[in-house]
Protein backbone atom coordinates (compact mmCIF):
# COMPACT_ATOMS: atom_id res chain seq x y z
CA UNK A 1 0.00 0.00 0.00
CA UNK A 2 1.29 3.76 -0.72
CA UNK A 3 2.74 5.25 2.06
CA UNK A 4 0.69 7.97 3.84
CA UNK A 5 2.30 11.90 2.72
CA UNK A 6 2.29 14.19 5.87
CA UNK A 7 2.01 18.04 3.88
CA UNK A 8 3.56 21.43 5.78
CA UNK A 9 2.71 24.72 3.57
CA UNK A 10 -0.02 24.85 1.68
CA UNK A 11 1.18 28.26 -0.19
CA UNK A 12 1.18 29.23 -3.68
CA UNK A 13 3.28 25.76 -4.17
CA UNK A 14 1.87 23.61 -1.39
CA UNK A 15 -1.41 23.27 -2.29
CA UNK A 16 -1.63 21.90 -5.49
CA UNK A 17 1.16 19.69 -4.67
CA UNK A 18 -0.82 18.14 -2.01
CA UNK A 19 -3.93 18.47 -4.22
CA UNK A 20 -2.23 16.57 -6.52
CA UNK A 21 -0.58 13.70 -4.28
CA UNK A 22 -4.68 13.29 -3.66
CA UNK A 23 -5.36 12.83 -7.27
CA UNK A 24 -2.72 9.74 -7.13
CA UNK A 25 -4.53 8.15 -4.68
CA UNK A 26 -1.94 9.20 -1.56
CA UNK A 27 -3.93 9.70 2.22
CA UNK A 28 -2.53 13.29 2.75
CA UNK A 29 -2.16 14.65 6.46
CA UNK A 30 -1.67 18.54 6.15
CA UNK A 31 -0.67 22.15 8.36
CA UNK A 32 -0.10 25.23 8.04
CA UNK A 33 0.03 28.09 10.10
CA UNK A 34 -2.90 29.44 8.19
CA UNK A 35 -6.30 28.10 8.71
CA UNK A 36 -7.50 29.38 5.23
CA UNK A 37 -4.54 27.43 3.88
CA UNK A 38 -5.47 24.07 5.33
CA UNK A 39 -9.67 24.72 4.58
CA UNK A 40 -8.73 25.25 0.86
CA UNK A 41 -6.87 21.30 1.08
CA UNK A 42 -9.15 19.44 3.27
CA UNK A 43 -12.00 20.87 1.17
CA UNK A 44 -10.45 18.71 -1.40
CA UNK A 45 -9.82 15.27 0.85
CA UNK A 46 -6.68 15.70 3.25
CA UNK A 47 -6.74 15.30 6.56
CA UNK A 48 -5.73 18.42 9.09
CA UNK A 49 -3.16 18.08 11.55
CA UNK A 50 -2.86 19.89 14.54
CA UNK A 51 0.65 20.93 14.26
CA UNK A 52 3.67 19.23 12.11
CA UNK A 53 4.81 16.88 15.08
CA UNK A 54 1.04 15.32 14.73
CA UNK A 55 1.50 14.99 10.72
CA UNK A 56 4.56 13.52 11.04
CA UNK A 57 2.58 10.78 13.57
CA UNK A 58 0.19 10.05 10.92
CA UNK A 59 2.42 9.84 7.84
CA UNK A 60 5.67 7.85 6.54
CA UNK A 61 7.10 10.61 4.41
CA UNK A 62 6.80 14.06 5.36
CA UNK A 63 7.32 16.94 2.81
CA UNK A 64 7.71 20.49 3.77
CA UNK A 65 6.94 24.11 1.37
CA UNK A 66 7.71 26.58 3.66
CA UNK A 67 9.37 29.87 2.38
CA UNK A 68 12.73 29.94 3.46
CA UNK A 69 15.18 28.54 5.99
CA UNK A 70 13.95 29.79 9.17
CA UNK A 71 10.67 28.85 8.33
CA UNK A 72 12.15 25.29 7.38
CA UNK A 73 13.79 24.77 10.60
CA UNK A 74 11.00 26.09 12.37
CA UNK A 75 8.75 23.13 10.87
CA UNK A 76 10.95 20.24 11.45
CA UNK A 77 13.34 21.20 14.17
CA UNK A 78 11.28 23.57 16.26
CA UNK A 79 8.48 23.23 19.05
CA UNK A 80 5.71 20.90 17.94
CA UNK A 81 7.76 20.83 15.22
CA UNK A 82 8.10 17.28 12.56
CA UNK A 83 11.31 15.88 14.42
CA UNK A 84 9.23 16.11 18.00
CA UNK A 85 6.75 13.10 16.34
CA UNK A 86 8.71 11.56 13.18
CA UNK A 87 9.43 8.34 14.66
CA UNK A 88 12.78 5.87 13.45
CA UNK A 89 12.31 5.36 9.82
CA UNK A 90 10.38 8.24 8.60
CA UNK A 91 11.34 10.44 5.67
CA UNK A 92 11.08 14.03 5.63
CA UNK A 93 11.59 15.70 2.26
CA UNK A 94 12.03 19.93 2.74
CA UNK A 95 11.05 21.04 -1.15
CA UNK A 96 11.79 24.67 0.04
CA UNK A 97 14.42 26.29 -1.78
CA UNK A 98 16.79 27.59 1.20
CA UNK A 99 20.74 27.84 1.61
CA UNK A 100 22.31 24.66 1.28
CA UNK A 101 24.17 24.74 4.96
CA UNK A 102 20.35 24.91 6.49
CA UNK A 103 19.41 21.92 4.47
CA UNK A 104 22.68 19.95 5.88
CA UNK A 105 21.73 20.99 9.06
CA UNK A 106 18.05 19.62 8.86
CA UNK A 107 19.79 16.19 7.60
CA UNK A 108 22.09 15.67 10.75
CA UNK A 109 19.12 16.99 12.88
CA UNK A 110 17.15 14.35 11.09
CA UNK A 111 19.89 11.70 10.64
CA UNK A 112 20.38 11.86 14.25
CA UNK A 113 16.75 10.14 15.05
CA UNK A 114 16.99 7.94 12.39
CA UNK A 115 14.85 9.86 10.13
CA UNK A 116 15.58 10.14 6.65
CA UNK A 117 16.22 13.11 4.78
CA UNK A 118 15.61 14.75 1.18
CA UNK A 119 16.22 18.45 0.52
CA UNK A 120 14.22 18.36 -3.37
CA UNK A 121 13.73 22.20 -3.90
CA UNK A 122 11.53 22.49 -8.10
CA UNK A 123 11.51 24.98 -10.75
CA UNK A 124 8.75 25.08 -12.76
CA UNK A 125 7.09 27.66 -10.84
CA UNK A 126 2.89 27.34 -9.70
CA UNK A 127 1.94 26.18 -13.34
CA UNK A 128 4.36 23.49 -12.47
CA UNK A 129 2.87 22.78 -9.54
CA UNK A 130 -0.48 22.30 -10.87
CA UNK A 131 0.25 20.52 -13.79
CA UNK A 132 2.36 18.22 -11.76
CA UNK A 133 5.89 18.82 -14.37
CA UNK A 134 8.41 20.29 -11.96
CA UNK A 135 11.46 19.72 -12.07
CA UNK A 136 12.98 18.36 -8.76
CA UNK A 137 16.72 19.03 -7.51
CA UNK A 138 16.98 16.06 -4.76
CA UNK A 139 19.75 16.39 -2.35
CA UNK A 140 20.33 12.92 0.09
CA UNK A 141 21.19 9.54 -0.46
CA UNK A 142 20.55 7.00 -2.94
CA UNK A 143 18.14 4.41 -0.73
CA UNK A 144 16.12 7.88 0.65
CA UNK A 145 15.51 9.07 -3.57
CA UNK A 146 14.26 5.65 -4.39
CA UNK A 147 11.70 5.69 -1.85
CA UNK A 148 10.66 9.21 -2.33
CA UNK A 149 10.40 8.53 -6.87
CA UNK A 150 7.32 7.41 -6.95
CA UNK A 151 5.83 10.60 -4.56
CA UNK A 152 8.16 12.91 -6.92
CA UNK A 153 6.89 11.20 -10.29
CA UNK A 154 3.22 12.72 -8.90
CA UNK A 155 4.73 15.92 -8.11
CA UNK A 156 6.87 16.36 -11.82
CA UNK A 157 8.01 15.40 -14.55
CA UNK A 158 11.43 14.92 -13.80
CA UNK A 159 13.75 14.36 -10.52
CA UNK A 160 17.63 14.24 -10.44
CA UNK A 161 19.47 12.99 -7.35
CA UNK A 162 22.31 15.97 -7.25
CA UNK A 163 24.60 14.56 -4.57
CA UNK A 164 24.71 14.41 -0.49
CA UNK A 165 22.18 17.07 1.57
CA UNK A 166 21.77 20.32 0.52
CA UNK A 167 22.93 19.01 -2.98
CA UNK A 168 19.80 19.63 -4.43
CA UNK A 169 19.54 23.40 -3.36
CA UNK A 170 23.01 23.76 -4.76
CA UNK A 171 21.81 23.07 -7.83
CA UNK A 172 18.41 25.75 -7.50
CA UNK A 173 20.66 28.12 -6.70
CA UNK A 174 22.81 27.97 -10.21
CA UNK A 175 19.13 27.87 -11.34
CA UNK A 176 18.33 30.83 -9.91
CA UNK A 177 21.65 32.81 -11.08
CA UNK A 178 21.75 31.51 -14.65
CA UNK A 179 18.10 32.73 -14.90
CA UNK A 180 18.52 36.23 -12.79
CA UNK A 181 21.48 37.33 -14.96
CA UNK A 182 19.77 36.19 -18.05
CA UNK A 183 16.92 38.22 -16.97
CA UNK A 184 19.34 41.50 -16.60
CA UNK A 185 21.30 40.96 -19.60
CA UNK A 186 17.62 40.52 -21.51
CA UNK A 187 16.95 43.96 -19.76
CA UNK A 188 19.89 45.89 -20.47
CA UNK A 189 19.76 44.72 -24.02
CA UNK A 190 15.88 46.15 -24.27
CA UNK A 191 16.91 49.14 -22.65
CA UNK A 192 19.91 50.22 -24.75
CA UNK A 193 17.82 49.11 -27.78
CA UNK A 194 14.88 51.57 -26.57
CA UNK A 195 17.41 54.62 -26.06
CA UNK A 196 18.59 54.19 -29.37
CA UNK A 197 14.92 54.16 -30.88
CA UNK A 198 14.62 50.60 -32.40
CA UNK A 199 11.68 48.70 -31.21
CA UNK A 200 12.34 46.31 -28.21
CA UNK A 201 9.79 44.06 -29.72
CA UNK A 202 11.91 44.27 -32.90
CA UNK A 203 15.01 43.55 -31.10
CA UNK A 204 13.18 40.19 -29.36
CA UNK A 205 12.15 38.63 -33.00
CA UNK A 206 15.38 39.63 -34.57
CA UNK A 207 17.55 37.75 -31.86
CA UNK A 208 15.55 35.11 -30.24
CA UNK A 209 16.40 32.23 -32.82
CA UNK A 210 19.83 32.86 -32.68
CA UNK A 211 23.17 32.39 -29.94
CA UNK A 212 21.12 34.65 -27.79
CA UNK A 213 17.99 33.68 -27.46
CA UNK A 214 16.93 31.43 -24.52
CA UNK A 215 13.76 30.33 -22.46
CA UNK A 216 13.95 33.31 -19.97
CA UNK A 217 14.25 35.48 -23.13
CA UNK A 218 10.96 34.29 -24.54
CA UNK A 219 9.58 34.14 -21.43
CA UNK A 220 10.52 37.48 -20.09
CA UNK A 221 11.12 39.48 -22.80
CA UNK A 222 7.45 39.97 -24.15
CA UNK A 223 6.71 41.13 -20.27
CA UNK A 224 8.99 43.70 -20.55
CA UNK A 225 7.90 45.32 -23.47
CA UNK A 226 4.14 44.46 -22.87
CA UNK A 227 4.76 46.18 -19.42
CA UNK A 228 3.04 43.04 -17.63
CA UNK A 229 4.40 42.34 -14.27
CA UNK A 230 2.33 40.05 -12.59
CA UNK A 231 3.89 37.16 -11.31
CA UNK A 232 4.78 34.59 -12.39
CA UNK A 233 7.79 34.27 -9.86
CA UNK A 234 8.09 37.23 -7.59
CA UNK A 235 10.78 39.50 -6.78
CA UNK A 236 10.87 38.78 -3.18
CA UNK A 237 11.65 35.16 -3.69
CA UNK A 238 14.40 35.16 -6.56
CA UNK A 239 16.01 38.38 -4.01
CA UNK A 240 15.80 35.63 -1.38
CA UNK A 241 17.33 32.95 -3.58
CA UNK A 242 20.00 35.11 -4.54
CA UNK A 243 20.79 36.30 -1.11
CA UNK A 244 20.96 32.77 -0.14
CA UNK A 245 23.40 32.05 -3.36
CA UNK A 246 25.17 34.97 -1.94
CA UNK A 247 25.21 33.13 1.78
CA UNK A 248 26.62 29.98 0.17
CA UNK A 249 29.30 31.45 -1.61
CA UNK A 250 31.02 33.53 1.40
CA UNK A 251 30.87 29.65 2.94
CA UNK A 252 32.35 28.27 0.14
CA UNK A 253 34.88 31.33 -0.38
CA UNK A 254 33.74 32.08 -3.89
CA UNK A 255 33.59 35.70 -5.52
CA UNK A 256 30.24 36.05 -7.24
CA UNK A 257 30.52 39.15 -9.00
CA UNK A 258 27.60 39.21 -11.33
CA UNK A 259 25.87 37.55 -8.80
CA UNK A 260 26.34 39.84 -5.80
CA UNK A 261 25.69 43.38 -8.40
CA UNK A 262 22.07 41.09 -9.05
CA UNK A 263 21.90 41.48 -4.99
CA UNK A 264 22.13 44.69 -5.14
CA UNK A 265 20.01 45.52 -7.92
CA UNK A 266 17.02 43.17 -6.62
CA UNK A 267 17.70 45.18 -3.05
CA UNK A 268 17.05 48.01 -4.55
CA UNK A 269 13.78 46.57 -6.70
CA UNK A 270 12.49 45.68 -2.84
CA UNK A 271 12.68 49.15 -1.51
CA UNK A 272 11.15 51.12 -4.44
CA UNK A 273 8.28 48.58 -3.71
CA UNK A 274 8.45 46.25 -6.48
CA UNK A 275 8.81 43.03 -4.23
CA UNK A 276 5.72 41.69 -5.16
CA UNK A 277 5.91 41.95 -9.24
CA UNK A 278 7.13 39.33 -11.38
CA UNK A 279 11.30 39.05 -11.65
CA UNK A 280 11.36 40.58 -15.32
CA UNK A 281 10.81 44.05 -13.37
CA UNK A 282 14.27 43.97 -13.01
CA UNK A 283 14.22 45.91 -16.43
CA UNK A 284 12.68 48.63 -14.13
CA UNK A 285 15.74 49.39 -12.40
CA UNK A 286 17.41 49.22 -15.67
CA UNK A 287 15.30 51.62 -17.26
CA UNK A 288 15.21 53.84 -14.32
CA UNK A 289 19.22 54.66 -14.57
CA UNK A 290 18.53 55.15 -18.26
CA UNK A 291 15.64 57.52 -18.22
CA UNK A 292 13.70 55.85 -20.39
CA UNK A 293 10.50 53.37 -20.01
CA UNK A 294 11.21 50.10 -22.52
CA UNK A 295 7.72 49.43 -24.51
CA UNK A 296 6.66 47.92 -27.54
CA UNK A 297 5.88 50.49 -30.04
P1 LIG B 1 3.97 30.75 0.02
O1 LIG B 1 4.39 31.91 0.86
O2 LIG B 1 2.81 30.91 -0.92
O3 LIG B 1 3.63 29.49 0.97
C1 LIG B 1 4.38 29.10 2.08
C2 LIG B 1 3.41 28.52 3.10
O4 LIG B 1 4.17 27.95 4.18
C3 LIG B 1 2.48 29.57 3.74
O5 LIG B 1 1.13 29.16 3.59
C4 LIG B 1 2.92 29.59 5.20
O6 LIG B 1 1.87 29.86 6.10
C5 LIG B 1 3.47 28.20 5.40
N1 LIG B 1 4.38 28.08 6.53
C6 LIG B 1 5.47 28.83 6.81
N2 LIG B 1 6.06 28.41 7.93
C7 LIG B 1 5.34 27.36 8.38
C8 LIG B 1 5.44 26.50 9.50
N3 LIG B 1 6.42 26.62 10.40
N4 LIG B 1 4.51 25.53 9.65
C9 LIG B 1 3.51 25.40 8.73
N5 LIG B 1 3.36 26.17 7.65
C10 LIG B 1 4.27 27.15 7.48
O7 LIG B 1 5.28 30.31 -0.78
P2 LIG B 1 5.35 29.48 -2.16
O8 LIG B 1 5.29 30.41 -3.32
O9 LIG B 1 4.43 28.32 -2.08
O10 LIG B 1 6.88 28.97 -2.12
C11 LIG B 1 7.30 27.90 -1.28
C12 LIG B 1 8.75 27.59 -1.61
O11 LIG B 1 8.85 27.18 -2.98
C13 LIG B 1 9.70 28.79 -1.45
O12 LIG B 1 10.92 28.36 -0.93
C14 LIG B 1 9.87 29.29 -2.88
O13 LIG B 1 11.11 29.96 -3.10
C15 LIG B 1 9.81 27.98 -3.66
N6 LIG B 1 9.41 28.14 -5.05
C16 LIG B 1 8.35 28.94 -5.37
C17 LIG B 1 7.99 29.10 -6.71
C18 LIG B 1 6.84 30.01 -7.10
O14 LIG B 1 6.69 30.29 -8.30
N7 LIG B 1 6.02 30.44 -6.16
C19 LIG B 1 8.71 28.43 -7.71
C20 LIG B 1 9.74 27.58 -7.36
C21 LIG B 1 10.10 27.45 -6.02
Redesign the pocket.
Known amino acids: MAEKIGF????????PMAINLMKAGYEVHC????QD?VKRVTDAGAKAAAS?ADVARAAEIII?????GP??E??IM?KD?VLDGAAKGKLVID????APSVSQKLGKACAAKGVGFLDG??????P??INAT?AIMVGGNASDFERAKPVFEKLGKSSVLCGGYGAGQVV?LANQIVVGLNILAVAEAMTLAQKAGVNPETVFEAIKGGLAGSNVMNAKGPMMFNRNFQ????IE?HY??INNAMQAAREMQVPLQATANLQQILTSLMLSGDGKHDHSAIVKFVEKQAGVEVKKT
Open positions: IGLGIMGRYDLFAPTMVQDQAQAGGMSSIPVSGGEGALKPGFRLKD
